[in-house]
């Protein structure tokens, strides 16, 4: 018998996920929190966000899924089993959502779009010699599923790619850099730096004030990555002073970004509202039914996320 | 010996040029206008919106080098002998660059930045859950060099293309229409419109009021080709009714755009300063000395306009 599978996410469609599960194993017992009924019945769950005390009412729950790719939430679980498994998804309509939108935004800084903004509101043609964009150079800071389709993008737009990873990486056409030195190298050569890192005891408040000082003077930077990386006090001080241009930002320490919070009227900042790539329940449907399959027979899950490491 | 040139273009750097021809013909003789020096050594000139009355003062000018790909400007000098050959640039910096744009744009439509960019004014949180490229469609008219290298862009992005040209055009991937008819299935299947049509007679005024209700409502716009392609009173008619929901503009009936007209602070209206793309000197430089070489030899010229088509 197939194992039972219990959604829970608010900002993800049960229908889709349901349609598209079932689309494969039309048998699938398939609840949406908070309706878990026979909880003992419910050996996975999909999740995003889930909210707190949903595990606790599960006994028999074996596996964990993260509807995305950053699984920092699921650890923030005091209830969360030591031993329970986590995978995440790792989903080629969510890989190439994010890499879409670092190639959208690294244009717009590329094309100085904040500065033909001002000139638009003054109702002014202020006409910028456009710039090969392998004279601009692109740090992307995280070598993951993400970061290398990021780079792949960008490296057909023609940019000059660095690159920095916790291991040491090897990816044609990109300068790739590790280590503390490593990152030095990246920041101070990244006339637009991309956070797509992971959020774990080492990458949190990795960018600093000293980072951002390291940084090109009028560099731009931007994060779809994870809010807590960044020193979000250090940042608006870079702003202000102007030597970070402008900063896009998907992600935020608090999430919705509080309305009194500085980044929202900043000139030099774009907020979206962490909505550059989300996992796509057609796309990303069979790896979940692998991983029910496998939890049914008894092989080993894919996608699982390494605890030690945080991702 | 080889041929003189003389530059015309006050949006141009004419030592970039100069220094880029000269890397290929050390010895080049590289005029720049007004300085002529004796007019009748000038066989050659390489333009963009070159002065009226230049043409009248070389006798001996045999070959006008468009530094771009639209070469409208050119045949609006009333001076211009008919028989005077004209050439374009087709530079593959500039294609890179128009088709990085075409991307830019179409992501930020597809994406709703403008709308997102109205919830950051008011510090609103306005989550809008991402939707797949796949289920966005985009409209190309135009299917010259750049149209083709935004199409390939926007496939490998994900986007389900549309394309419409003069002549029937077979693309992978591209749903290829052409005439009249074609352009309406054309218009009427368009979430993004996307032209990069060049200006003849038959696409002036192509885009007037009856082209804009023919897209679906809430469609976008964007124009890389020509300013008078479109009937800008219609196009702000159907912004302010809301029917196209925003407009990417970087060319215009008048350039610079003036400080008076509407489209400036229309909130659904984003201006660039035709800046989409400009021809690379370097990138450039070897078709131009290309062309000369022809001119000394008396062999036919490369990427020369068809007079008759207007491009």
Redesign the interface.
Known sequence: VNPCILFASV?D?PDEWRDALRALVPSLDFRVYPDVQQAEDIEAALVWRHPLGMVKQLPNLKLVINLGAGVNHIFDDPDLPPDLTVARLVDP?QT??IS??V??HV??MH?QMPE??R??NE????????M??SECRVGLLGLGNLGRASAE?LG???FSLFGWSRTQRELAGVSCHSGVDGLQQVLSQSDILVCLLPLTPSTTDLLDARAFARMPKGAAFINAGRGATVVEGDLLAALDSGHIRHAVLDVFRQ???P???RF??HPAV?????????A?ARSSAPQVIDNLMRLRDGRPFINVVDRSAGY
């Open positions: 900002y469609k309509g190439a959502q879409a939108y190639a959208q244009l717009a094309r033909l903004r000139a638009q109702s002014r043609w202020n006409y910028i010699h456009p090969p964009a993008l057909r737009l023609g999430e919705p970004l309305a009194e919070h929202w009227q774009t907020v979206t509202p962490h909505n550059a790539a989300v796509e």
